[in-house]
């Protein structure tokens, strides 16, 4: 089956510094891979779309420079929480879309906590 | 009115149960046709796959779609105490491009006792 790695799955910082979430497809290669925001109890709220080799799409309401997407190769695409705040605490979870069927397959989420 | 709403329940059966899980959706541009099943702190797993209207089935599960009434169904058999996790439904009205980005049901958490 389609495998899709996220790192970390847990990271505590200081608020004001800068996190880096990494989301790789492990057996297959992902032109597209998107970026979602999930709430206690709550559903997926998609962040961004990432395309290889071009600009991620924002969803509205989502601060592109807060949030700096890079899918520089058919495998990896990471997610930068730029100048971190205790609200910007949240999970984190991507995905990467597989096959002709362009299939979601998720990653297993990132817990992040901005003290 | 939501694009998607999915009674969030929260569900408790008791193990070997019937679990019907529904959603409802109002874009009659939705194509495709997905559930996933999340643990807690996990990532969502897909669990079926479905395009357009009918039936399909995967061991003890089966994907029902009615177009018609912009209605999925979810059906676990026999239900087991590690199938208690969230269930999400999601669709997409294409398989590319900005109609392919997936639109969520809010969740419903299953509970299956022993």
């Known amino acids: 089956g389609a495998v899709v790695s996220q790192h970390p799955s847990w990271v505590i910082c200081k608020s004001g510094t800068s996190v880096k979430i990494e989301c790789r497809s492990l057996d297959f290669q992902a032109t597209t891979m998107f970026w979602y925001r999930q709430f206690p109890k709550q559903s997926l709220m998609l962040m961004a779309t990432?395309?290889?080799?071009?600009?991620?799409?924002?969803e509205q309401g989502v601060e592109k420079d807060k949030f700096l997407i890079n899918h520089a190769s058919l495998t990896l695409s990471t997610l930068t929480v730029t100048s971190a705040h205790p609200e910007d605490s949240s999970f984190y979870i991507c995905?990467?879309?597989?096959?002709?069927?362009?299939?979601?397959?998720f990653g297993a989420g990132t817990r992040l906590s901005v003290l | 009115q939501k694009e998607v709403e999915q009674d969030p329940g929260p569900l408790s059966v008791p193990e070997g149960a019937i679990v019907s899980l529904n959603c409802t959706y109002s874009?009659?541009?939705?194509?495709?046709f997905m559930w996933y099943r999340q643990y807690s702190r996990k990532g969502p797993e897909l669990l079926m796959y479905?395009?357009?209207?009918g039936n399909k089935e995967d061991g003890r599960f089966t994907a029902q779609v009615d177009k018609s009434s912009k209605y999925i169904s979810l059906f676990i058999r026999d239900s087991q105490p590690s199938d208690s996790a969230t269930y999400l439904c999601a669709m997409s009205g294409a398989l590319t491009g900005a109609n392919s980005k997936l639109t969520f049901g809010k969740g419903i958490t299953l509970s299956v006792r022993p």
């Open positions: 990432s395309n290889e080799g071009s600009k991620a799409t924002y």
């Open positions: 479905t395009y357009s209207s």
């Open positions: 995905s990467a879309g597989q096959g002709s069927k362009n299939i979601q397959y």
């Open positions: 874009n009659s541009a939705f194509q495709y």
